[in-house]
């Protein structure tokens, strides 16, 4: 559509982006709307700080001080979720990272502080689910997912009715002495809560993709990510030093102790590490509950810092990509996780292949030899904890090779796999409260052994359209930074969906990046016929065109 031209001052100063223009009569009209907007906002936040307020003096009755400023934050966050759904999915994406480290400073150990997130994402959900509706949107934003996703979620159903339901009743099955009921067991809330772990954060999918309204959107949020990562990585190495200089006192005791992380040896931030010098063993959850889950946020940043770095439209951004990139690779070597150390720079190389960065040498030669730079001064300088982190590695790898390892745990489950499996959450960690669970470190034995052979056969259906419909997204695209962007998630996508080994799509942070960062992927195609990003064209371009 051929832009209008402007037939007054009033008009040219409020041309819209897509080259249209307000007569005076409709800017006006646009303010008055504003700032009833603007009063509405202000009028809905007042009235729910009274409410907090309320609710926080009703538990500090009950519940003390800790309780009363945990119902306030609680009933706030619930309130301003509700009504503000896209700011709300900002803020689920930023507190994430930091959950572990507030569950413990905060929370008193409280495990309803790690359900903190969910308190934002659910009332988000149900706004966008609402949005969806006034404006007659798909929640299904692509055709092929909705055949997979559909028998995947019956499927699960059927499990929940007629395994769980079942051992609700009659219990489990007595040949099967890893699921044997106890009189506190509670089959369908282990069902319940074993099918949100599996299918809980399926949602974020419409959420993110709806959130991207403009091309801007993908920019800032990977801007965002970024911020995050050097924010956490910054903690995690303060992490270090305070235990490398003695301010943190790391694990203390004998025996089987010093190999084990606990919560009485945390430090500054997260929860449960593990640091014995003596005994040369270190295990750092950064800002996260537990060492593994900090080892899988590092090799997801690997990817996001890997995006910004090379495909940022401004040189600032790259910049602060590149540190981004440069303190997860720093920290997968400090931290103690060796899959961290082995992954990352694995996930770094297979990016370049995928993102064709391979040809593209004037922008990855400058940028990989300045990372390579400074990781060998840091090596460098501390070149006994490198080799001790690498020979862990290879000793593990050797020791317990991952191949022989998952093909273990699939021998065992397929010994005594039933048609519909042990149950919904029998293997699920965070349901061990509710009942007997076992304990399967790889994850596609794990979704045999709940849900049997049929149900891990339908799950891996549902992440296969999911990887090959991001793929035809991100191959429609034709902004070359934005397919930069698309290719790295579509590689972090495609990854994740195949990994069997250990379970990340159980727990935080993967079981959120995963579905989220799938939903920007299968919207970049509509992103990509907006106009180009103005404001935010090559400076060289601009001379050009002054001149």
């Known amino acids: 559509m051929p832009k209008s031209k402007p037939k007054s001052k009033h008009s040219s100063k409020s041309a819209s982006q897509d080259g249209s223009t307000l007569s005076l009569k409709e800017q006006l009209a646009q303010k008055r ?10 009028g809905f936040i007042s009235m729910a700080v009274m409410v907090a307020i309320v609710a926080g003096m009703i538990l500090a009755i009950v519940a003390g001080v800790k309780g009363a400023i945990g119902g306030f934050v609680a009933i706030l966050a619930l309130l301003l979720s509700f009504k503000f759904p896209w ?22 150990e409280n495990p309803l502080f790690q359900l903190a997130k969910d308190g934002m994402f659910i009332p988000a959900l149900i706004g966008v689910v609402q ?31 007629f395994v769980n339901g079942t051992q609700q009743f009659t219990g489990p099955p007595t040949e099967k002495p890893i699921a044997m009921g106890m009189p506190t067991e509670k089959p369908i809330a282990m069902g319940i809560l074993g099918l949100k772990v599996l299918l809980g954060y399926v949602p974020l999918i419409p959420c993110a993709y709806y959130l991207m309204r403009k091309k801007q959107d993908v920019y800032w949020l990977m801007r965002m990510t ?20 003695g301010r943190c006192a790391g694990t203390v005791g004998s025996g089987a102790a010093l190999f084990k992380a606990s919560l009485s040896a945390r430090c500054l931030v997260g929860g449960s590490l593990l640091y014995s010098e003596e005994q040369g063993v ?49 920290m997968a070597v400090l931290c103690g996780q060796r899959i961290a150390l082995m992954l990352v720079p694995a996930m770094i190389v297979l990016q370049v292949i995928t993102t064709g960065q391979v040809a593209n040498l004037k922008r990855f030669i400058p940028i990989g030899i300045g990372v390579a ?14 080799q001790e982190r690498w020979e862990s590695a290879v000793g593990r790898w050797n020791a317990s090779p991952p191949d022989a390892f998952i093909a273990q745990q699939f021998g065992n489950v397929s010994k005594g796999a039933t048609l519909l499996g042990a149950g919904l959450g029998r293997a699920t960690n965070s349901a ?19 849900i049997g052979p049929i149900g891990a056969l339908l799950f891996l259906g549902v992440v296969t359209s999911l990887t090959f419909a991001c793929f035809k997204a991100y191959r429609q695209v034709r902004d070359r930074n934005l397919r930069g962007y698309g290719a790295s998630l579509w590689t972090f ?40 990003i103005i404001e935010e064209a090559d400076p060289k371009k601009k001379k050009k065109k002054r001149r």
């Open 33 to 42: 709307n504003a700032a009833q907007a603007r009063k509405e906002a202000i």
């Open 87 to 108: 700011q709300a999915l900002y803020a689920f994406l930023i507190y994430m990272p930091f959950g572990g480290t507030i569950t413990y400073a905060v929370g008193g």
């Open 131 to 161: 949005y969806c509706k006034q404006q007659k949107l798909p929640l299904i934003v692509a055709k092929s997912l909705t055949t997979p996703f559909a028998l995947m979620f019956a499927y699960c159903i059927l499990v929940l009715l």
């Open 226 to 245: 970024a911020i995050l990562v050097i924010i956490c990585c910054g903690l995690a190495f303060l992490q270090y030093m305070f235990l490398k200089t």
């Open 282 to 330: 270190i295990r750092l959850p950064g800002t996260f509950v537990a060492p593994w889950q900090w080892g899988w946020f590092l090799i997801s940043s690997a990817f996001f810092s890997f995006a910004v770095t090379f495909f940022d439209r401004n040189l600032i951004w790259k910049v602060i990509g590149g540190v981004a990139l440069l303190g997860t690779m720093i």
């Open 373 to 386: 730079f400074v990781l060998m001064i840091a090596m460098a300088s501390n070149p006994e904890v490198a």
């Open 432 to 450: 061990r409260a509710l009942g007997k669970t076992e304990l399967i470190e790889t994850y596609y034995p794990k979704v045999m052994f709940e």
């Open 493 to 532: 996508v495609l990854f994740i969906s195949y990994n069997t080994y250990y379970y990340p799509l159980d727990v935080d942070p993967v079981a959120v990046y995963y579905w989220f960062f799938a939903g920007i992927v299968l919207r970049l195609p509509y992103l990509d016929q907006q106009e180009p």
